[in-house]
């Protein structure tokens, strides 16, 4: 018997001890022992559940008992998550965490730690709730080097936005359907600011290209500023609007950033709504492979998190080889560097005259209209140009008014 700790009862926690309770007998034939949890940390008491012994409000009982073997930790948060995790692995405990902030802060360290303890750090439901890609990325694609990760990585946005997109809702009402249904962050401004998502492509940046990324080198942008409009111009175009996380390998490094961009339908991530997440890893053997699947939620989450206990379970005296090494100064390249076809729209008092000044700056562009659009604006398709260079054409622009700007995918 392996017992076991449970850190944080919430939306994961609850799903995780729910999904070893009910499919005790499945996870006993495939970790080859039987988990018994243990004890559960949270400040609250939950005194109707079949369960309501093994809660414990002091991290010491959990901490300083020889038998509990793993620690599922799913408190979120950096602090004290950070601090119980590193006491666990510190103390010989295994830990498998959904924490995404502590992974894309930390991870290097923990990792370490763990190494150096022969223990596992183990964290697969931190990206992509219930999809399996760190672990495909680690092995079945090992072979490869990655060129580039692009994915829809955070669950709620993809949601409000599909929301926003289909039946025409506003941000506040899809934000709060979605806070609903559990796919939210106790904080929503981390899911519509891009900041969970870009800890999620630091995790995938970090595994993938072997340092570790940190959420300050990474450009991010969330998914406050985007209007029905621009959903409109996106369709004008034949795409569809998304948040992007991108990490693409460079000579020497990586640039990552997190934005809307707009997919062409024909993307391999364009079909992907609702709270799903979608992965795209690009490796220069095996070429384009898209990972799709439940990217928040209870169960799904927990189904990631139980996975890797029985794992642990499996290697209590072995290592995973998951790692990877500290960030290194200069290894994340500036995300301006890259280039991007541009959709840009303007203010004007003649299209007409717009359109030809745009031409003239810009070189080639393609005009968009939307059916019932609003007068006196233009929307052009730039070609593909860094952000220092659309920077020198806006500003040869002179006074034409720039309303919006959205990169195209590419
Ligand atoms: N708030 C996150 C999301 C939860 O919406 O994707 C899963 O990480």
């Not at 970790?31 to 012994?53: C, E, H, N, S, V």
């Not at 979605?178 to 401004?189: C, F, H, I, T, V």
């Not at 990474?218 to 569809?240: M, N, R, S």
């Not at 030809?356 to 070189?363: C, D, E, I, K, S």
């Amino acid at each position: 018997m392996i017992a076991i700790a449970i850190l944080g009862h919430g939306v994961v926690g609850s799903g995780v001890a729910e999904i070893l309770r009910h499919n005790a007998e499945g996870v006993a034939a495939k970790a080859g022992d039987t988990l018994q949890l243990k004890r559960i940390l949270d400040l609250r008491a939950f005194p109707d559940l079949p369960y309501a012994d093994l809660f414990t409000t002091d991290f010491q009982e959990i901490v300083q008992d020889e038998e509990i073997r793993i620690v599922v930790e799913t408190m979120g948060g950096l602090h004290p998550a950070y601090d119980f995790v590193k006491a666990c692995l510190e103390a010989g405990k295994s830990v498998v965490t959904s924490n995404k902030e502590l992974v894309a802060a930390k991870g290097d360290e923990l990792l370490a730690l763990a190494r150096a303890n022969n223990l596992n750090f183990l964290f697969e439901a931190s990206v992509g709730g219930g999809i399996p890609i760190l672990r495909p990325l680690d092995q079945c694609l090992a072979a490869n080097n990655v060129l580039e990760i692009a994915g829809i990585l955070n669950g709620t946005t993809n949601f409000m936005l599909t929301k926003m997109i289909r039946d025409n809702m506003s941000f506040e009402e899809a934000l709060a359907l979605a806070q609903k249904l559990g796919y939210a962050e106790r904080d929503p401004s981390a899911d519509v600011g891009g900041h969970d998502a870009c800890r999620k492509i630091c995790i995938l940046a970090s595994l993938a290209f072997g340092k570790h990324v940190l959420p300050e080198q990474v450009h991010t942008e969330g998914i406050t500023e985007v209007t029905l409009e621009d959903v409109q111009y996106a369709a004008a175009c034949g795409g569809v609007i998304k948040l992007i996380g991108r990490a693409i390998r460079t000579e020497h490094g990586v640039t990552c950033m997190v934005a809307p961009m707009i997919l062409p339908q024909d993307n391999l991530l364009a079909g992907v709504d609702d709270v799903f997440n979608g992965i795209m890893v690009r490796g220069d053997s095996v070429g384009d492979v898209a990972f799709v699947g439940r990217g928040a939620g209870k169960l799904p989450t927990a189904s990631a998190v139980v996975a890797d206990v029985i794992d642990e379970a499996k290697h209590l005296s072995a290592r995973k080889y998951l790692f990877w090494g500290p960030a290194e100064a200069g290894f994340v390249e500036n995300y301006r560097g890259t280039a991007y076809a541009m959709l840009l729209r303007f203010a004007c008092a003649s299209p007409a005259e717009a359109a030809t000044r745009l031409a003239q700056v810009f070189g080639e562009v393609r005009s968009v209209t939307v059916a019932n659009g609003a007068e006196g604006q233009v929307a052009v398709i730039t070609p593909a140009l860094t952000a220092d260079e659309l920077d020198t054409k806006l500003a040869q622009l002179g006074d034409m008014t720039l309303l919006r700007s959205l990169r195209f995918y590419n």
